[in-house]
């Protein structure tokens, strides 16, 4: 699963979304500005939360067809349309 990086330089910082066993990017962020680490938690936690949820739903919806778990590569899209809609979203703050 995808994993997350907030990584703070001299003039702004970025949250990475990746699968490092995947080698594969999923998106980034880029903020600058003052309030980085409240910026910066705040994407990271909305985008979370959002990738929870989305999780949670396919995984009741397997429950009800009997299944254990939601089915891997329909999941892993949305996912992945969750990371990219936040990323462009807001844009570089």
Known sequence: MAIVYGIFFLSGAAAIFVDNTARTIYGQRYFSGINL???VSGFISEVMSAIRATY???????????????????????IRQIITEKVLEGGPT
Not at 56 to 78: Q, S, V, Y
């Open 56 to 78: 949670r739903r396919a995984a009741e919806m397997a429950l009800h067809k009997g299944i254990k778990f939601p089915a891997a590569d329909p999941t892993m899209r949305k």
């Open 37 to 39: 680490d409240q910026a």
